[in-house]
């Protein structure tokens, strides 16, 4: 029998909730052999199959996400090691006791580019020509690679550390009666300079040269500096030899600070300058050198 008979009786019921005779969509019903699942659940429906979301190649898309930002940071390290700060190890004695053996520094380097060279800071700075021996510096390949990117800090063996006491067009000279540098006519009272056999180891009266500054050690009886090597550029050290000012002590721990400039050179009379009548100098040898690695 046909949904409707020939009586007009409607046939059983189809469980589909419309009428006998009603068009069935195979769209909504899902086909021959599949029962009704009524209005659309949260799940898939039966007989379905789940599609994935993941996409291709999102482990090689993580890698290289790392790289990207590992590279990043290898570039950024270098540029911050050229431009702005750099770190040394000083192994010598010829700072105490601003700076001591195995102490480990910042050099900022945007600092004297931007505000130049002044009185009192202590300073890197290449070797002039002859102020160190010959060494050979041996490091392996992993050392230098983290040098470079500055990771570790320098060991090159060519950069010293000192206090500038004079720039361009200052008189220096030592010493007075009381045994200080005088400085533009103006005894020096420096605090920083480690108790010894005191500053007069060389007598000198220099005018310190155009584009240099004049340099010593706090560590003065073993301080190798300007006042040994008058006979290049009395001594002083030319601007384009210097790295960076000395900022920051960051090893060991428990001497972590910053290295100021002593209310010494804060004295406005070092700004009047003598001239003098000319270089005189007489060279003592001194003890240790100011190396920084």
Same mark, same amino acid.
């Given at each position: 029998? !046909?949904?409707?008979?020939?009586?007009?009786?409607?046939? @059983?019921?189809?469980?589909?909730?419309?009428?006998?005779?009603?068009?069935?969509?195979?769209?909504?019903?899902?086909?021959?052999?599949?029962?009704?699942?009524?209005?659309?659940?949260?799940?898939?429906?039966?007989?379905?199959?789940?599609?994935?979301? &993941?996409?291709?190649?999102?482990?090689?898309?993580?890698?290289?996400?790392?790289?990207?930002?590992?590279?990043?940071?290898?570039?950024?390290?270098?540029?911050?090691?050229?431009?702005?700060?750099?770190?040394?190890?000083?192994? &010598?004695?010829?700072?105490?006791?601003?700076?001591?053996?195995?102490?480990?520094?910042?050099?900022?380097?945007? !600092? !004297?580019?931007?505000?130049?060279?002044?009185?009192?800071?202590?300073?890197?700075?290449?070797?002039?020509?002859?102020?160190?021996?010959?060494?050979?510096?041996?490091?392996?390949?992993?050392?230098?690679?983290?040098?470079?990117?500055?990771?570790?800090?320098? $060991? &090159?063996?060519?950069?010293?550390?000192?206090?500038?006491?004079?720039?361009?067009?200052?008189?220096?000279?030592?010493?007075?009666?009381?045994?200080?540098?005088?400085?533009?006519?103006?005894?020096?009272?420096?605090?920083?300079?480690?108790?010894?056999?005191? !500053?007069?180891?060389?007598?000198?009266?220099?005018?310190?040269?155009?584009?240099?500054?004049?340099?010593?050690?706090?560590?003065?009886?073993?301080?190798?500096? $300007?006042?040994?090597?008058?006979?290049?550029?009395?001594?002083?050290? @030319?601007?384009?030899?210097?790295?960076?000012?000395?900022?920051?002590?960051?090893?060991?721990?428990?001497?972590?600070?910053?290295?100021?400039? @002593?209310?010494?050179?804060?004295?406005?009379?070092?700004?009047?300058?003598?001239?003098?009548?000319?270089?005189?100098?007489?060279?003592? @040898?001194?003890?240790?050198?100011?190396?920084?690695?």
């Amino acid at each position: 029998m !046909t949904a409707n008979d020939a009586s007009g009786q409607q046939g @059983p019921d189809r469980g589909y909730g419309g009428a006998a005779g009603d068009p069935v969509d195979p769209a909504v019903f899902g086909g021959p052999g599949q029962s009704y699942q009524g209005s659309a659940g949260p799940g898939p429906a039966k007989g379905s199959r789940s599609v994935s979301t &993941s996409k291709p190649g999102g482990g090689w898309r993580f890698l290289r996400e790392v790289l990207v930002v590992f590279i990043g940071a290898l570039i950024l390290s270098v540029l911050v090691r050229t431009f702005l700060i750099q770190a040394f190890y000083v192994p &010598s004695q010829s700072m105490e006791n601003t700076l001591m053996p195995n102490d480990r520094i910042i050099a900022s380097k945007i !600092t !004297t580019t931007i505000s130049g060279v002044g009185r009192g800071e202590v300073v890197v700075f290449k070797d002039p020509g002859g102020w160190l021996p010959p060494t050979a510096v041996s490091t392996s390949a992993v050392n230098s690679v983290l040098e470079f990117i500055g990771l570790l800090p320098s $060991s &090159s063996g060519d950069d010293l550390v000192k206090r500038v006491i004079g720039v361009a067009g200052d008189r220096v000279k030592c010493c007075n009666q009381a045994g200080q540098i005088v400085l533009n006519g103006v005894g020096l009272d420096e605090p920083y300079v480690k108790a010894g056999p005191g !500053t007069d180891q060389v007598q000198f009266d220099i005018v310190v040269p155009p584009s240099s500054v004049f340099v010593m050690g706090d560590n003065r009886s073993q301080s190798a500096d $300007s006042r040994f090597h008058m006979n290049s550029n009395q001594g002083a050290v @030319p601007l384009g030899d210097i790295v960076g000012r000395a900022v920051l002590k960051v090893w060991p721990l428990g001497s972590f600070g910053t290295i100021p400039i @002593p209310a010494t050179f804060d004295n406005p009379a070092l700004n009047t300058t003598p001239k003098a009548s000319g270089p005189t100098f007489a060279n003592t @040898p001194a003890g240790d050198d100011a190396r920084v690695n």
